[in-house]
């Protein structure tokens, strides 16, 4: 099975920072990999696929980039409505994996 | 609107068996592959499985922790998708989401999910 390590696992931050989130994958994904964000409560939703794709909707402020074995999800500047979990989710290999999560709190 | 709509959830003791189903609308369901996700209470998400469409002979892949104990199974007629699960463990409590297959393999669209719990 293909393992998705997310670094780092918690994240403080302040509303327009700057945040990136690395996802590293145990072997290569073909670029076949999507970002999703979740609130507490809520179903996730989806930011990016395919690596660098931002999805029908989400704001400019997502991006996504990497290739190979090590992608990041960046928010170029942090809003208050991006405190939440991030996942990242390799689409190649079955089994479809997640990975562990990436908390984003308010500094 | 898509819509997907998880039902079936609830309470049932080790050992056990529970379907749950999820009514999709807004969309050619018959067209679409479609996965069940879910989530234990305050970890990550987990993959648990996915159905391909009637074009790809309707097969199915699972994740190893359900493999030989879920059955994902569809009705094309009534835009539903199911997941039965059988031999239930303690380790199946989550919520349970299905979520739409769309190109490149991503999950587009999300059920608001429904909780099975596992507990004697």
């Known amino acids: 099975d293909i393992q998705l390590t997310q670094s780092p696992s918690f994240l403080s931050a302040s509303v327009g920072d700057r945040v990136t989130i690395t996802c590293r994958a145990s072997?290569?994904?073909?670029?076949?990999l999507a970002w999703y964000q979740q609130k507490p409560g809520k179903a996730p939703k989806l930011l990016i696929y395919t690596a660098s794709t931002l999805q029908s909707g989400v704001p400019s402020r997502f991006s996504g980039g990497g290739s190979g074995t090590e992608f990041t999800l960046t928010i170029s500047s942090l809003q208050p409505e991006d405190f939440a979990t991030y996942y990242c989710q390799q689409l190649n290999t079955y089994p479809l994996t997640f990975g562990g999560g990436t908390k984003v709190e308010s500094k | 609107e898509v819509q997907l709509v998880e039902s079936g959830g609830g309470l049932v003791q080790p050992g056990g068996s529970l379907r749950l189903s999820c009514a999709a609308s807004g969309f050619t369901f018959s067209d679409y592959y479609m996965d069940w996700v879910r989530q234990a209470p305050g970890k990550g998400l987990e993959w648990v499985g996915r159905s391909r469409n009637k074009a790809n002979s309707y097969t199915t892949e699972y994740a190893a922790s359900v493999r030989g104990r879920f059955t994902i199974s569809r009705d094309d007629s009534e835009n539903s998708l199911y997941l039965q699960m059988d031999s239930l463990k303690t380790e199946d409590t989550a919520v349970y989401y299905c979520?739409?297959?769309?190109?490149?393999?991503?999950?587009?669209?999300w059920g608001q999910g429904t909780l099975v719990t596992v507990s004697s």
């Open positions: 072997q290569g994904v073909d670029g076949y």
């Open positions: 979520g739409r297959r769309y190109d490149s393999g991503r999950i587009d669209y």
